[in-house]
């Protein structure tokens, strides 16, 4: 049975950490409700801020290690001292045989028992369990007319483990393990966290994208409208025909269902990010987004080579099956010992004190010194041991696990950054490539208006130059997008992503 102190620290810490939900909870929607109705400005800074804070997914994580803390504090009751209290009194009458009955005339005898004893045991480090005790009885029989005989022990004994359950290793292995559990915890809760703070990333260049998109096929619809005016003017003059005309009227409404599509992306995107970054949707979808941050133009941030090295390093993912594999090794250290048999030694020393009065009878123990000790051994050999013995091939097996699941991640690790080089430097490439080619398709959209004013071209034409001109700035804006996203995908593989952007992750 645990002492109340250990139930009293689970009741404290449960109710801190609702405490602390709660309170965040109530802190959050409140900034949340202040916000209905308005535009809000929102950078990406802001945004993995936000994300950091409202994210329900964050918060669900965020709690596991906390749980884990509680195991280690399981463990550790194991060498709490506690205190027990027994009192027992029974009763017996037992027959005598003739004999007996002839020498006092007595066919059996009676007696009553009073016991009581008060103890404090520890169990240390080592596995010596330690417990200094007071006993009393107090035994009332036919032979002393039923008054009080007191008899009492005050001493010390213990039990030493000397094989199974000795020393430092096996005893405090549990505690241990329970210690890795709540390392593997926070890494385990790190790597979630890079993960969101990832979609954030991605989620934020998303809706740029869209909305840089809805004013590109605005405009482009916009040149549509424009030249249907245009044709109509010439139509007036003679210079136009009504198919002309018509093949304009057909293009702008092909382009205002394009732009209705483009906006519903936006839609959809803002959605996601407020997915991310808010605890009630509710309240920010009747807010109107402004985003003011940019897609990042290329630098000089593009390595060359990288050192796998360092990503492992910097890796939680990688760090938590490390940690996994040193949990694993405890287990199997802890099980092997469970494997020998059972020998211990087991002592006690104390002083014997008796008479007919119960404080006469501890003061007595002082006074004439009754020695009472023994040493003596215990060895137990369990008859097949399968349950041990199974549990020990299962450390076994877990820890043969745990490092190709290390190698596995390892090679996952390398992949995943040669992957993001790759993506990194192809999404330059093209970007460099779709800019050249949106702007030559503008060039050619613009000239071949000239020669429609001129007569030397057709509606038609400059309708399909001006599409390809579109089309060309909206695989633009892709690449420049993928260019950004693999950049973040870069940082994340390299395990970079959090310290790069300022990001500390304190569980509570």
């Not at 918060?59 to 195991?71: L, S, V």
């Not at 696990?401 to 999404?427: C, G, M, P």
Request: aromatic share 6%; net charge negative.
């Amino acid at each position: 049975m645990r002492p109340l102190k250990t139930y009293f620290a689970f009741l404290i810490m449960g109710l801190a950490c609702a405490h602390n939900i709660f309170a965040q909870d109530e802190e959050i929607l409140k900034q949340e409700s202040e916000l209905l109705g308005n535009e809000v400005s929102l950078s990406l800074p802001e945004a993995l801020k936000m994300a950091l804070e409202s994210n329900l997914d964050v918060a669900i994580g965020r709690i596991t290690p906390a749980i884990e803390e509680t195991n280690i504090l399981s463990e550790r009751d194991a060498f709490d001292p506690s205190l027990d209290i027994s009192l027992d009194y029974g009763e017996n009458s037992s027959p005598r045989s003739a004999e007996q009955q002839a020498a006092d005339g007595r066919a059996s005898t009676k007696s009553r028992t009073a016991t009581g004893q008060v103890s404090v045991s520890q169990k240390t480090s080592l596995g010596t369990e330690l417990s200094l005790s007071s006993r009393t009885r107090d035994r009332m029989t036919t032979f002393n007319d039923f008054e009080d005989e007191f008899s009492t022990f005050v001493g010390v004994e213990a039990t030493q483990p000397l094989l199974k359950g000795f020393g430092t290793d096996n005893n405090l292995a549990s505690i241990r393990i329970a210690e890795k559990g709540k390392i593997i915890a926070e890494a385990e809760f790190q790597n979630q966290v890079e993960t969101i703070i990832q979609d954030v990333f991605f989620a934020y260049y998303d809706l740029l994208f869209s909305s840089a998109d809805v004013i590109s096929k605005k405009k482009s619809m916009e040149l549509a409208e424009r030249l249907s005016r245009d044709n109509k003017k010439r139509y007036e003059l003679g210079a136009m025909t009504k198919l002309d005309i018509s093949n304009a009227d057909a293009e702008i409404a092909g382009r205002k269902n394009a732009v209705v599509e483009a906006e519903e992306i936006v839609q959809l995107n803002e959605n996601k990010l407020l997915r991310l970054i808010t605890r009630d949707m509710g309240i920010w979808l009747q807010n109107e987004l402004d985003l003011t941050d940019t897609l990042n133009e290329p630098g000089k941030e593009i390595p060359q080579n990288y050192d796998i090295a360092v990503g492992l390093a910097n890796r939680s993912d990688y760090q938590a099956l490390l940690h996994r594999a040193d949990q694993n090794e405890l287990r199997l250290a802890f099980q092997k010992q469970q494997l020998l048999p059972q020998l211990d030694l087991t002592t006690s020393f104390g002083y014997n004190g008796l008479s007919d009065d119960l404080g006469e009878s501890y003061k007595n123990i002082s006074e004439t010194r009754d020695e009472d000790w023994n040493v003596g051994f215990r060895f137990i050999i369990p008859w097949g041991n399968y349950r041990e013995k199974a549990r020990f091939r299962e450390a076994e097996l877990l820890k043969a696990r745990t490092i190709l699941e290390i190698k596995n991640k390892e090679q996952d690790v390398i992949e995943e950054i040669d992957n993001a080089l790759i993506s990194l430097n192809s999404s330059k490439k093209k970007l460099v490539a779709s800019r050249t080619a949106r702007r030559f398709a503008e060039e050619n959209a613009a000239a071949e208006e000239v020669k429609l004013t001129e007569g030397s071209s057709t509606t038609f034409v400059v309708l399909e130059l001006q599409q390809d001109a579109q089309e060309a700035e909206t695989t633009e804006l892709r690449n420049l997008r993928e260019f950004n996203k693999a950049l973040v995908r870069l940082k994340r593989a390299q395990g970079l992503l959090l310290k790069e952007n300022g990001i500390t992750i304190l569980s509570d």
